[in-house]
């Protein structure tokens, strides 16, 4: 699958963004996407993440300000971010969890297709 991320920009604290991720294949086709962050000298960790039957997770440091919401249409997943804080600053990625994992894992190594990163600053 091959996906195409943007959205990524600076902003103020408190302030929002929404970043998609266009996928070359019905949304509904592949086990879950998950956005992904990445900042300097550090792992890439998991933000949030939508199955193909819709159900959602997110890491606790973003729940209830980012939410992942999904236009089957345009197999397209978006993650609103809202209350952007300046530890929200990294590159944000995009990907495919593999078909035979679990929908809602969290482990970069179970997602196997990736976006290219575009870069959220938020500033104080």
């Known amino acids: 699958v091959q996906l195409q991320a943007s959205g990524g920009g600076l902003v103020q604290a408190g302030g929002s963004l929404r970043l998609s991720c266009a996928a070359s294949?019905?949304?509904?086709?592949?086990?879950?996407i998950g956005w992904f962050h990445q900042t300097p000298g550090k792992e890439r960790e998991f933000v949030a993440s939508?199955?193909?039957?819709?159900?959602?997770n997110y890491t606790d440091s973003v729940k209830g300000r980012f939410t992942i919401p999904r236009d089957n249409a345009k197999n397209t997943v978006y993650l609103q971010m809202d209350s952007l804080k300046p530890e929200n600053t990294a590159v944000y990625y995009c990907?495919?969890?593999?078909?035979?994992?679990?929908?809602?894992?969290?482990?970069?190594?179970?997602?196997?297709?990736w976006g290219q990163g575009t870069q959220v600053t938020v500033s104080s």
């Open positions: 990907a495919t969890a593999t078909p035979d994992s679990d929908y809602n894992t969290l482990l970069p190594t179970e997602y196997d297709d």
């Open positions: 294949k019905s949304t509904f086709n592949i086990n879950a």
């Open positions: 939508i199955s193909s039957a819709g159900m959602t």
